[in-house]
């Protein structure tokens, strides 16, 4: 068990809720012949200028909304009610709301509208609060007026998300810091790509959850760390139990404004959140969230144990979550469960960014990140052509042209190895070193030259110099549930002769990344057995056939026993074969993930692939390869598991 901190924010809708509309999603929604077109344009009173970003609501003859959207960069707006509106409820963030009438002819024709909103002098207002457990405070007053003005942006980010969905393409990472809490040390980037997505990011939890249980959570004896999104400010369930005043930080966002929240109560032994939402003046726009933990360890507090949430709003006006971290102590990135117990905690932090958003209509976003050129040459000096390289802990790869060009795009700022790939030993989730490092920075290219050598030469350099130079390798990789390798897993390998099992090697152990490997006494088409012992555990066998230079043997042992009628504590083995659906050949080298864990694997040539250790429930899982991300595709396939195996077939 885990006895650090861990945070997590997960990857679902973002704004689940509305502000202040009842609604259903527009694409649900037939239109009847009845229902006229609303078409028009949101004006600025004083300027005549088109306005961005405003909600458009259509109400029907009982107020209810019977259509809503969002006006395009120059102001204008095109909505298809599913009954005949009476009336348009308009709002934008730094505008006075306002509602005009819609002529009756709307029912059975087109309708053009052309309305003027005015702008507010300022977002301070004041506005009558009751919040009876809150101290009094004269600025109470002007941040409930704020978070007013607020409801009316996140609204517009709600029905933008709803109207028009974009392609988007995330990061996911967990960085790891040096002694100073300054310098990355070490991160995992992980890629996620939607063809349509309705948010960027956002909480796991609504506003009155973590009123009621707080930021943190014990998940079979991890300790989880939750953040919000700005919904959660607004829910008013989150209201109920916290405390909001003007921001007094404001020295360094000059054209901000922010509000400060605080727990009404607080109580002993529980983790909650201080910090602030804050709002451009300029833009008329929500731009991010800060915050800290309250009620953690002296120690992580003095790590900076916190987050923020970063809003970007596009010429549109739609507005993403671009960017989100949050940061605590935690056991080193990698580490088994029970080495964690012993770890000493380091400053880490899990975070997410948005790389790309493109819209149906072409429009498109692109975050400043990196970009890594890779000259890839064998150890011969020739051209690595075919040769596949990438960032060691993430999923940049690619594959080298004829001329040994490898180029790998949208890479997180931060330092990285490079590796080779080698379809051979990704089953065993090992790289290949190629002590060439890349630090990456916003928005340049770096170029480097990288030997790659193959899987058997980098094998049998492992071997040592009193190993024979030709003959079949065996290696294997022994690792929990969690995908972590198993030091000192004992091994002995046998081989089939004459009817009769013969010793080849006895008495090994597994190095420190559970890895093994035999290079002597096996040739290709024997049948070996590969017998481990973890500890004074019952031993695992396995029979193979060697059937190359190198054969690879993935083991996943299942080393913590769960607590006798713990919920959700039986894990299933998931095993299975991708195969492409003209013809049945099998995929290899075809990358699957599950969707919500750090969980995926590589098949092998034969297209069959294992994940270990997952709880069972349902799930997603995410098929890539080299094919489809040419075309921007992400082949999903639904799977229940359960008991102690599950195996799934995935047709591409």
């Given at each position: 068990?885990?006895?650090?901190?861990?945070?997590?924010?997960?990857?679902?809708?973002?704004?689940?809720?509305?502000?202040?509309?009842?609604?259903?999603?527009?694409?649900?929604?037939?239109?009847?012949?009845?229902?006229?077109?609303?078409?028009?344009?949101?004006?600025?009173?004083?300027?005549?200028?088109?306005?961005?970003?405003?909600?458009v609501l259509a109400l029907g003859a009982r107020g209810?909304?019977?259509?809503?959207?969002?006006?395009?960069?120059?102001?204008?707006?095109?909505?298809?009610?599913?009954?005949?509106?009476?009336?348009?409820?308009?709002?934008?963030?730094?505008?006075?709301?306002?509602?005009?009438?819609?002529?009756?002819?709307?029912?059975?024709?087109?309708?053009?509208?052309?309305?003027?909103?005015?702008?507010?002098?300022?977002?301070?207002?004041?506005?009558?609060?009751?919040?009876?457990?809150?101290?009094?405070?004269?600025?109470?007053?002007?941040?409930?007026?704020?978070?007013?003005?607020?409801?009316?942006?996140?609204?517009?980010?709600?029905?933008?998300?709803?109207?028009?969905?974009?392609?988007?393409?995330?990061?996911?990472?967990?960085?790891?810091?040096?002694?100073?809490?300054?310098?990355?040390?070490?991160?995992?980037?992980?890629?996620?790509?939607?063809?349509?997505?309705?948010?960027?990011?956002?909480?796991?939890?609504?506003?009155?959850?973590?009123?009621?249980?707080?930021?943190?959570?014990?998940?079979?004896?991890?300790?989880?760390?939750?953040?919000?999104?700005?919904?959660?400010?607004?829910?008013?369930?989150?209201?109920?139990?916290?405390?909001?005043?003007?921001?007094?930080?404001?020295?360094?966002?000059?054209?901000?404004?922010?509000?400060?929240?605080?727990?009404?109560?607080?109580?002993?032994?529980?983790?909650?959140?201080?910090?602030?939402?804050?709002?451009?003046?300029?833009?008329?726009?929500?731009?991010?969230?800060?915050?800290?933990?309250?009620?953690?360890?002296?120690?992580?507090?003095?790590?900076?144990?916190?987050?923020?949430?970063?809003?970007?709003?596009?010429?549109?006006?739609?507005?993403?979550?671009?960017?989100?971290?949050?940061?605590?102590?935690?056991?080193?990135?990698?580490?088994?469960?029970?080495?964690?117990?012993?770890?000493?905690?380091?400053?880490?932090?899990?975070?997410?960014?948005?790389?790309?958003?493109?819209?149906?209509?072409?429009?498109?976003?692109?975050?400043?990140?990196?970009?890594?050129?890779?000259?890839?040459?064998?150890?011969?000096?020739?051209?690595?052509?075919?040769?596949?390289?990438?960032?060691?802990?993430?999923?940049?790869?690619?594959?080298?042209?004829?001329?040994?060009?490898?180029?790998?795009?949208?890479?997180?700022?931060?330092?990285?190895?490079?590796?080779?790939?080698?379809?051979?030993?990704?089953?065993?989730?090992?790289?290949?070193?190629?002590?060439?490092?890349?630090?990456?920075?916003?928005?340049?290219?770096?170029?480097?030259?990288?030997?790659?050598?193959?899987?058997?030469?980098?094998?049998?350099?492992?071997?040592?110099?009193?190993?024979?130079?030709?003959?079949?390798?065996?290696?294997?990789?022994?690792?929990?549930?969690?995908?972590?390798?198993?030091?000192?897993?004992?091994?002995?390998?046998?081989?089939?002769?004459?009817?009769?099992?013969?010793?080849?090697?006895?008495?090994?152990?597994?190095?420190?990344?559970?890895?093994?490997?035999?290079?002597?006494?096996?040739?290709?088409?024997?049948?070996?057995?590969?017998?481990?012992?973890?500890?004074?555990?019952?031993?695992?066998?396995?029979?193979?056939?060697?059937?190359?230079?190198?054969?690879?043997?993935?083991?996943?042992?299942?080393?913590?026993?769960?607590?006798?009628?713990?919920?959700?504590?039986?894990?299933?083995?998931?095993?299975?074969?991708?195969?492409?659906?003209?013809?049945?050949?099998?995929?290899?080298?075809?990358?699957?993930?599950?969707?919500?864990?750090?969980?995926?694997?590589?098949?092998?040539?034969?297209?069959?692939?294992?994940?270990?250790?997952?709880?069972?429930?349902?799930?997603?899982?995410?098929?890539?390869?080299?094919?489809?991300?040419?075309?921007?595709?992400?082949?999903?396939?639904?799977v229940r598991v359960s008991g102690e195996r599950r195996?799934?077939?995935?047709?591409?």
């Amino acid at each position: 068990m885990r006895t650090f901190p861990v945070v997590r924010l997960a990857l679902l809708a973002l704004l689940a809720g509305t502000v202040g509309a009842s609604w259903r999603p527009l694409w649900a929604q037939p239109t009847p012949a009845t229902a006229g077109v609303l078409r028009g344009v949101v004006r600025d009173s004083a300027s005549g200028a088109g306005v961005p970003g405003a909600v458009v609501l259509a109400l029907g003859a009982r107020g209810d909304t019977v259509a809503r959207g969002v006006t395009r960069e120059d102001g204008r707006f095109a909505l298809a009610p599913r009954m005949p509106a009476q009336r348009l409820q308009l709002l934008r963030l730094g505008y006075r709301p306002r509602v005009v009438a819609v002529d009756g002819r709307a029912a059975a024709q087109e309708v053009a509208l052309e309305v003027a909103l005015v702008r507010l002098p300022t977002l301070l207002g004041r506005v009558q609060v009751n919040a009876a457990r809150c101290r009094a405070r004269p600025d109470r007053e002007e941040a409930a007026a704020l978070l007013e003005q607020a409801r009316a942006g996140l609204l517009a980010m709600q029905v933008a998300y709803e109207t028009s969905p974009a392609a988007v393409t995330r990061l996911a990472y967990l960085r790891q810091f040096a002694d100073d809490g300054r310098t990355v040390a070490r991160q995992q980037v992980r890629m996620d790509s939607g063809t349509a997505s309705t948010a960027s990011f956002g909480a796991s939890r609504t506003g009155a959850e973590f009123v009621r249980e707080g930021f943190l959570q014990q998940d079979r004896g991890e300790q989880v760390l939750f953040g919000p999104d700005a919904q959660v400010l607004l829910d008013p369930g989150f209201a109920a139990g916290y405390c909001f005043h003007r921001a007094t930080d404001e020295a360094a966002r000059p054209t901000e404004v922010g509000v400060a929240f605080e727990p009404a109560r607080r109580a002993a032994g529980r983790v909650d959140i201080e910090g602030a939402l804050w709002i451009d003046t300029l833009a008329r726009a929500v731009t991010g969230i800060t915050f800290r933990y309250a009620g953690v360890s002296e120690a992580a507090a003095r790590a900076g144990a916190g987050g923020a949430v970063r809003f970007r709003p596009m010429p549109s006006g739609v507005v993403l979550i671009d960017q989100w971290w949050l940061r605590t102590l935690g056991p080193p990135p990698g580490v088994t469960r029970r080495e964690a117990r012993r770890a000493t905690p380091v400053v880490t932090e899990v975070g997410g960014a948005l790389a790309r958003a493109v819209w149906p209509d072409g429009t498109r976003w692109e975050a400043p990140l990196g970009t890594v050129q890779l000259a890839v040459r064998t150890p011969a000096g020739a051209r690595g052509a075919g040769v596949t390289v990438g960032l060691r802990d993430s999923d940049y790869r690619a594959t080298a042209d004829v001329d040994g060009g490898a180029q790998l795009e949208r890479v997180l700022p931060g330092p990285y190895e490079v590796v080779v790939l080698d379809s051979l030993l990704d089953p065993l989730g090992v790289t290949i070193p190629t002590g060439v490092t890349a630090a990456v920075t916003p928005g340049d290219t770096v170029r480097l030259a990288v030997e790659a050598p193959s899987a058997e030469a980098f094998l049998r350099a492992a071997c040592g110099a009193g190993a024979p130079a030709r003959g079949a390798i065996l290696a294997a990789r022994v690792v929990d549930t969690e995908g972590n390798g198993l030091a000192g897993v004992t091994w002995a390998v046998r081989r089939s002769r004459g009817g009769s099992w013969v010793v080849v090697a006895e008495r090994g152990a597994t190095d420190r990344d559970g890895r093994l490997q035999l290079c002597d006494g096996v040739a290709e088409g024997d049948v070996v057995e590969l017998r481990l012992v973890q500890g004074h555990g019952a031993p695992e066998t396995i029979v193979q056939t060697v059937s190359g230079a190198v054969t690879a043997v993935p083991v996943v042992f299942h080393d913590d026993a769960p607590e006798a009628g713990a919920e959700g504590s039986e894990r299933t083995l998931l095993t299975g074969v991708v195969r492409e659906a003209d013809g049945g050949a099998p995929v290899a080298e075809a990358r699957l993930s599950l969707v919500g864990t750090l969980l995926e694997a590589v098949t092998d040539s034969t297209g069959s692939f294992l994940m270990g250790g997952i709880p069972r429930g349902d799930y997603q899982v995410e098929v890539r390869t080299a094919w489809l991300d040419s075309i921007g595709v992400v082949h999903r396939a639904g799977v229940r598991v359960s008991g102690e195996r599950r195996r799934m077939a995935v047709t591409l």
